[in-house]
């Protein structure tokens, strides 16, 4: 089974276009896949279910159990050299299994991974993070996640959407996962829909800006009661984040 898993992830990594993307071999890159989930989440991996058992502990000290998967990895050319680019995320598919039935109230995990190829050991963490909880019933919304460059530099991030409905209100806002400093962040507070102006709904995406010296800016356009309103949102690297501005 750890066989078939690792030619499923290397096959997928092979999917990958686009001038800034250089696949690595699939061998080596689905094994450091391997490494670097064993590393964060130990030996734990299920052959059953084709995932790492992980327990996670909330703010509260309140743990849940989850099985973690990884995407697709992505190689990109860095200023430095090669670049790898994953992220993990709980499986939701699990039967039969009452550890890993979610309730409403339970989130879905996001770990992400950046590392720099090369070295004795063919790989270094450039930044990483287990687990951090996003959207209801064990639903991260990332696995939807997309694949983003955000600067001329080579940096690089996943957008994505999470959120939930409650008593018929949907509450939703934009994630973009990035490494800055060292350390892997979510630099947006961009909403899709918010709790009060449920008539109101966001759509944003990352501008291509070949003059940027920093950050991309993120286009977004604001649809309500039949009109719409397009404007760009820089990025503040003073507090390292996408805000809408004032009144928007």
């Known amino acids: ?40 989440y130990g030996q734990t991996y299920d052959a059953k279910n084709a995932c790492w058992a992980f327990t996670w502990k ?12 990884a995407s697709a990895p992505q190689v990109v050319d860095g200023p430095k050299g090669k670049l790898l680019y994953f992220y993990s995320y709980n499986a939701t598919d699990i039967r039969g299994d009452t550890r890993y ?22 790989w270094t963490y450039e930044a990483s993070e287990a687990a951090t909880d996003y959207g209801t019933a064990g639903d991260c919304g990332c696995t939807r996640a997309r694949f983003v460059k955000l600067s001329n530099a080579g940096d690089y991030g996943w957008l994505f ?17 990035a ?44 649809k309500s009661a039949g009109t719409s309103e397009e404007f760009d949102v820089p990025f503040d690297a003073a507090k390292s984040v996408y805000a809408l501005p004032a009144g928007r």
């Open 1 to 40: 089974m750890k066989t078939v898993i690792a030619a499923a992830i290397a096959w997928a990594a092979l999917g990958a276009t686009g001038s800034a993307l250089a696949q690595a071999s699939a061998p080596d890159t689905a094994s450091i896949v391997k490494e670097v989930m064993d590393d964060t």
């Open 161 to 177: 959407v999470s959120g939930g409905t409650w008593q018929g209100v949907s509450v939703a806002d934009y994630s973009l996962v």
């Open 179 to 222: 490494a800055i400093k060292g350390r892997i962040t979510d630099i947006s507070k961009i909403p899709q829909v918010t709790e009060k102006a449920q008539g109101v709904t966001y759509t944003a995406t990352v501008k291509d800006d070949p003059t940027a010296k920093g950050f991309y800016p993120l286009h977004v356009v604001k």
């Open 101 to 122: 039935g979610y309730s409403q109230v339970q989130p879905g995990l996001m770990g992400a991974f950046k590392l720099r190829l090369g070295g004795k050991q063919g």
């Open 58 to 69: 909330d703010d509260q000290g309140e743990s849940a159990d989850y099985c973690m998967r």
